[in-house]
């Protein structure tokens, strides 16, 4: 073997060492939340600590369904906003645009993705929570407030990865449907969607992802109170703010117990995560 | 009753027409809002002059050297990895279990919230290597977050370099790896570095992952060991807390701008120098 060949291999086998640092960083990470958060699920009681609502750490009581149902709720009022707004920005910049016009507005959905979840929930402090309050009653912390601001922060996923979808269709579908007569609508309702429907569908649960993992935001707009909401205008604790809130002084079995709040929605995360790459993968195929 | 195709055409047209307007409003409302109580507030003190009474008073100079410490930091430790991982995926494999492997990796690592990073980074880094609250700790937990972000924008930017150029690489007799570093790499670095700039952008503005790992001291850091508040985790606890409006209003102005640059930086760089992107 010539030094030339020698150090080619050498390069060869770096690579691929490094190549596996993003699985190793997801298998550590993996670890080290199921090894802190797994002990006090098995002793305290999985269905205990998922199906009871008593959650208070100084008394051993661990209860995290208000926070579970809590993350649920804000999630599903997020896609009530953010998936018909998305599709509808979606196929507007692909089907209904000029080239011109897409140029200008995709950038400027893509800055949207930009701005720091901190400032969104700022503008829910500041804007939204008061015009909820004055106007439908209520704390304004709720919710619905929550909904629309997270509804917000997921349409940049939605959209951007819904056009990439339409885009990928053959430009013969779209050519052969307008030929045969048919508006741009018919055309996108008939044709495209249904052609890009796995895409469209990949977007949607990465949006979902997107809307379970906020943390700062929530904090800030969603009230934190521990208790299932009878109404959107009451407040409302996830899971995400469940850890960020008591991290901050939580010791011992608290701690823990915050870290198997963690381990829940990893595997609520990793379950969409794989839900997401089966669905897009189909369309490659 | 149906409408008629062409009334129904026109209906949906202004419909998806307003909803699009709609979402370009709430970024223009956002941007505006925050630019128009936060412009006031900064001056060359705001700037450069560290904060007092828990920010109440003074500036934010000192979460401005901790946010750069950070970011630094973190693009330091990530893009070596990233982009090794884009050139193994694309010029040194082809498609099989191991590339796939290593995608799904990647793609789970970007779907993973970032509150989760900020558990991993404060039981890892802080807790068990007694790295404790540190800009060394919160830059490790960035550069894991953004990895999988280098890692797509660099291999998208590898595969957009035209075959031809390594074919002629390759007859002049050079090795896989002068190809990479002499011919592939120096064509495809606009689109390396906008996604080092995008990862710029996501490590300003995060808080969940950092405010658990680098801590939230205001004094100015001194060494990679110093706990360090950024300016995203400063603006919160100025919010959250109520310490003071005005502000809290001036370091989100400063992010936003921040921001801003970012953006028109990578569009210009995606739009001078990545075809597939206009």
């Given at each position: 073997m010539t030094s030339l060949e020698r150090k080619e291999s050498l390069i060869r086998i770096t690579l691929l060492l490094v190549a596996f640092s993003a699985v190793s960083v997801l298998v550590m990470i993996t670890f080290f939340i199921f090894g802190e958060g797994t002990p006090i699920m098995l002793r305290y009681g999985l269905k205990k600590f998922l199906f009871n609502l008593d959650w208070f750490p100084t008394q051993g009581s661990y209860g995290l369904l208000p926070m579970i149902v809590g993350s649920i709720l804000v999630t599903s009022g997020a896609l009530m906003i953010g998936v018909p707004f998305g599709l509808a920005g979606a196929v507007f910049l692909t089907e209904f645009s000029s080239k011109k016009m897409r140029r200008i507005i995709k950038p400027v959905i893509e800055l949207l993705a930009g701005i720091p979840s901190v400032v969104y929930g700022f503008m829910g402090v500041v804007v939204l929570v008061p015009f909820i309050r004055e106007t439908f009653g209520g704390p304004g912390l709720s919710v619905l407030a929550a909904s629309i601001i997270l509804g917000i922060m997921i349409l940049p996923t939605i959209i951007s990865i819904s056009i990439d979808s339409l885009e990928a269709v053959p430009p013969s579908y779209r050519e052969g449907s307008i030929a045969l007569g048919a508006t741009r609508w018919q055309t996108t309702r008939m044709v495209m969607f249904p052609a890009a429907r796995s895409g469209i569908l990949a977007s949607i649960i990465l949006g979902m992802g997107r809307a379970i993992g906020e943390t700062m935001a929530v904090i800030m707009i969603a009230g934190n109170a521990i208790a299932i909401p009878r109404t959107p205008l009451e407040p409302v604790r996830t899971l995400t703010s469940n850890i960020a809130l008591e991290m901050a002084y939580a010791s011992g079995e608290h701690r823990e117990a915050l870290f198997a709040t963690g381990v829940i929605l990893f595997l609520i995360i990793m379950v969409l995560n794989t839900a997401a790459n089966l669905t897009s993968r189909k369309r490659g195929r | 009753m149906r409408l008629d195709r062409r009334t129904e055409q026109k209906l949906v047209q202004s419909g998806l027409w307003f909803f699009t307007a709609l979402t370009i409003f709430i970024l223009i409302f956002i941007i505006f809002f925050i630019l128009k109580n936060g412009l006031p507030v900064l001056s060359f003190k705001f700037f450069f002059t560290n904060p007092r009474e828990m920010g109440r008073t003074g500036g934010i100079f000192s979460t401005i050297v901790g946010t750069a410490a950070l970011v630094v930091m973190a693009i330091l430790?990530?893009?070596?990895?990233?982009?090794?991982?884009?050139?193994?995926?694309?010029?040194?494999?082809?498609?099989?279990?191991?590339?796939?492997?290593?995608?799904?990796?990647?793609?789970?690592?970007?779907?993973?919230?970032?509150?989760?990073?900020?558990?991993?980074?404060?039981?890892?880094?802080?807790?068990?290597?007694?790295?404790?609250?540190?800009?060394?700790?919160?830059?490790?937990?960035?550069?894991?977050?953004?990895?999988?972000?280098?890692?797509?924008?660099?291999?998208?930017?590898?595969?957009?370099?035209?075959?031809?150029?390594?074919?002629?690489?390759?007859?002049?007799?050079?090795?896989?790896?002068?190809?990479?570093?002499?011919?592939?790499?120096?064509?495809?670095?606009?689109?390396?570095?906008?996604?080092?700039?995008?990862?710029?952008?996501?490590?300003?503005?995060?808080?969940?992952?950092?405010?658990?790992?680098?801590?939230?001291?205001?004094?100015?850091?001194?060494?990679?060991?110093?706990?360090?508040?950024?300016?995203?985790v400063h603006f919160y606890i100025l919010a959250r807390e109520g310490i003071s409006m005005p502000h809290a209003y001036g370091t989100a102005a400063v992010l936003i701008l921040a921001i801003l640059v970012i953006n028109l930086l990578t569009y210009f760089l995606m739009s001078r120098f990545m075809r597939k992107y206009c």
């Open positions: - | 430790i990530a893009t070596p990895f990233g982009l090794g991982t884009a050139i193994y995926l694309t010029e040194y494999t082809r498609e099989n279990v191991v590339t796939r492997i290593i995608r799904f990796g990647a793609e789970c690592l970007a779907g993973i919230p970032s509150i989760i990073f900020g558990l991993f980074g404060f039981i890892l880094f802080v807790t068990k290597l007694k790295f404790g609250w540190s800009i060394l700790s919160g830059g490790l937990t960035l550069a894991f977050m953004v990895l999988p972000t280098i890692i797509r924008t660099s291999e998208e930017a590898i595969k957009a370099v035209p075959w031809a150029y390594r074919e002629v690489s390759y007859s002049l007799g050079s090795t896989r790896w002068q190809t990479v570093t002499r011919v592939v790499l120096p064509s495809a670095l606009p689109g390396i570095v906008t996604g080092v700039i995008l990862s710029i952008g996501r490590s300003i503005g995060e808080t969940a992952a950092v405010i658990f790992t680098a801590g939230s001291a205001l004094r100015l850091p001194t060494s990679i060991y110093s706990s360090s508040r950024t300016m995203s």
